[in-house]
């Protein structure tokens, strides 16, 4: 029994669709929602923790894919690069878990890796290119 | 107990000057009281360092060998255009300025990630940068082509020019549709989910001097890292709008013009900016110093981010649409906490403009004052005053139509 953690993209045609409740109910598989952000119209993104045996991992990333559902493993790593932070805090609430906090005496920024789901919100708010994900 | 300048000058250069940043002013007029910090504070130093859209260089590159007519042509650096309008090899890049088809930039929201105010912060760093320009070519300057990497210190001359800097308070954007929005204000969450706000508060530089008694043309300013000069007010600029009882705008108001040698700048206070979705931006340090002439100016100075006001305002579509509405009025204070409430609903907040390096900037050019090495110039004529009537106006459109034949 292993727990993996992937980010799954859906495309917009299929977001309506009830795709958790089916890995959970027909695929047996302990699902627990880290991150997701479901919109009308758009890709929707979601960062889950999936427990199951190895076939049941195989059969649940072969089930997502074949209903067009991207899946990637979440072994990607969010860096923080502080010499080219300008320190402006436009991160800081994008950040669901608070890897990245702001100090309010110093108005500056502090990153924590371990609090960090790479969830990928801090990346888009970013104007200085300071924030990246390394994918292994 | 009216000083001068010229007072206030000679005592710069005699190493005696009192100077306190904008943030440090407050506690020092609520120790000593107004009269008695008025007496003894000579300057008090404002900073801001945030995206700065109306920003520019301009350059002359030196002749090449044939002679090339640039002016007329097209030319890009770095593959960015470069406007050609001016004389043989004048160029000026503007920040806003992107690579002709950049595929980064093709698929909405598009990444943004190199422009012309990357290109201004390349030749800042030192960086050699690719010129290209075609020409359509004179008797005396026959040259067509042009491929040749520039750097800034091989440049005649190069200057920093920005026809609108250091906005005097800005919007605090929110985004009420149910999308989510990108805009210059940064990634707009739907329903209103959070709300980003750009301004440096009781450090910034028109926020303490909010009436331009001090601050007009020919001040001397702390910019880019280097020295420069505020050369007249800024685009857009708009002194008229409703002011608290402390004078300070409640609306976007005040900006200005600044100019500065580009040679003698750091990219650590000129840097590029990529918004996601929206475009690319330069941005700018600026920090101005106040002389502290008599007792109103120093109360100015003394601003706290607890009474300066923001109006919070719909992206996602009262602004598009040119709606006036302000949702709410919040404190600066406020946002600095992290969080607002707007119509009972709490919203996050994150800022755009670094208060971290304008407290830098601040200091730094509080340092430059008390080691004599920053004198304060006498303005040679004031901005438009809030009641010089001098409003900023929309377009009005009036859309080109055929001329109908009479028959």
Redesign the interface.
Known sequence: MSDEKVVLNFPPQIIDQPIIYRLIKERGLVVNILQARISPNEWGRMVVEIGGNEAQLDAATKFLKELGVRVESLAGEVRWLEDRCNQCTACISACPTHALVINRAGMTVTFDKEKCIACELCLSTCPYQALEILFE | MAKTIQEINEKIRQGKAVVYTAEEIIGVVKEKGLKKAATLVDVVTTGT???MCSSGAYFNVGHANPRIKMGGGTVTVNDVPAYAGFAAVDLMVGANALPEDDPRNKVF?GKF?YGGAHVIEDLVAGKDVRLKASAYGTDCYPRKNLDTWIRLEDLNEAALFNMRNAYQNYNVAVNLS???IYTYM??LQ?KMR???YCTAGQLSPLLNDPLYRTIGIGTRIFLGGGQGYVVSHGTQHNPGVPRTEQGVPTRPAGTLTVWGDLKKMSPRWL?G????GYGVTL?VGVGVPIPILDEQILRFTSVSDKEIIGPVVDYGEAYPNCKPQVLAEVTVAQL???EITVDGQKV??????????A?EIALTLKNWIEEGAFLLSEPLAPLPGPDSGYVFKPLNLRPWEPVKEAV
């Open positions: 360092f945030g995206p929201p990630s149910d999308r989510v940064g990634v739907p959070n709300a980003n840097r900016a990529s918004f996601r941005t600095k906490s992290g996050v907040t994150a800022g755009l403009s670094s208060y971290a390096r407290r």
